[in-house]
């Protein structure tokens, strides 16, 4: 019988409804710590000291972006197994930025035209793909960077203890985290994944926007600008007192699912708060929105 190439990566990140756990009457390897160190690199400061610029590409695991104890770059790559040589991380440096990218691949699914899968076939597949998912540790040493680029299918990225003229993230399904983050501008884009910056994040620009996931942020300075929007997702966000801003309400298509702490007086189409300097462009379509007064 003729058979179909499918790519697991594919299957995993798009049916939402397969479950890891639903086929495995063992424990599972995903829930197993990853113990296998696979990557360690130094970078000195003579070599990083022109560096102001870091990207990174990754498929799928935890990325931890901290900050170094020292002046040097340290970067430890682990997982459940030990990967190809050609699969390693690859770690390079060029003019003003530094690059981590992901070499790691997956296998194709083989199924029948029916789609009828080989439970076995699945499990081993299954097996395998928690196999290659690596987790990423990233030490930086504390200084005024120009831009922090990161880029996954399927990571989780936390970011921490840094300062950042540009920090952007773009994800399929992972979820960002943000913690201690200074920055001028804030662009997190995800789909499935969820966007939270905890106490402690201050930037002056913002651009939040996730389809499916949760926006969760906590703002220790009131922005300048921000566009914070989502499809099916919760949006709750804590902002200090402040002079005055103003929401356009027909962009809350889920405006019975607003609430907020901020005294806010009807003006046409728009919420607004004392002066309503500042635009807040909140989009929403079925999650709820709460502003919260902190």
């Not at 890891?20 to 829930?31: R, V």
């Not at 997702?233 to 309400?249: A, C, Q, R, V, W």
């Not at 901020?262 to 502003?291: H, M, P, R, W």
Request: hydrophobic share 35%; net charge negative.
């Amino acid at each position: 019988m003729k058979k179909k190439l499918i790519s697991l990566l594919l299957i995993i990140c798009c049916t939402t409804t397969w479950s890891f756990t639903a086929y495995s009457k063992t424990e599972m390897i995903a829930e197993q710590q990853k113990t296998v160190t696979v990557t360690q690199k130094t970078i000195s400061q003579k070599e990083f000291e022109n560096i102001d610029k870091i990207q990174i590409f990754w498929s799928r695991g935890q990325v931890y972006v901290t900050q170094s104890p020292d002046e040097n770059v340290y970067i430890t790559e682990k997982a459940f197994v030990m990967p190809k040589e050609t699969e390693v991380v690859g770690v390079s440096v060029k003019d003003d930025t530094l690059l981590i990218k992901d070499y790691h691949t997956i296998s194709n699914l083989s199924v029948q035209n029916n789609m009828d899968i080989d439970t076995k076939e699945f499990q081993q597949l299954l097996q395998q793909y928690h196999d290659t998912e690596y987790d990423l540790y990233v030490s930086l040493p504390q200084k005024q960077y120009k831009e922090f680029y990161f880029k996954t299918v399927n990571a989780n990225c936390t970011l921490e203890n840094n300062d950042f003229n540009t920090v952007i993230t773009e994800a399929v399904n992972g979820e960002m985290q943000f913690d201690n983050v200074n920055a001028d501008f804030i662009n997190s884009n995800t789909v499935n994944g969820n966007i939270l910056l905890h106490t402690g994040t201050g930037a002056q620009k913002y651009h939040l926007k996730s389809v499916n996931g949760t926006i969760n942020a906590d703002f220790i300075i009131f922005p300048t600008a921000l566009s914070v929007e989502t499809v099916n997702g919760n949006i709750t966000l804590s902002l200090p007192e402040n002079d005055g801003f103003t929401m356009y309400k027909n962009k809350l298509k889920t405006y019975k699912d607003f609430s907020t702490s901020f005294a806010l007086k009807d003006s046409n189409q728009k919420k607004v708060y004392k002066n309503g300097e500042i635009l807040l462009d909140i989009v929403c379509v079925n999650g709820s929105v709460t502003l919260k007064k902190v």
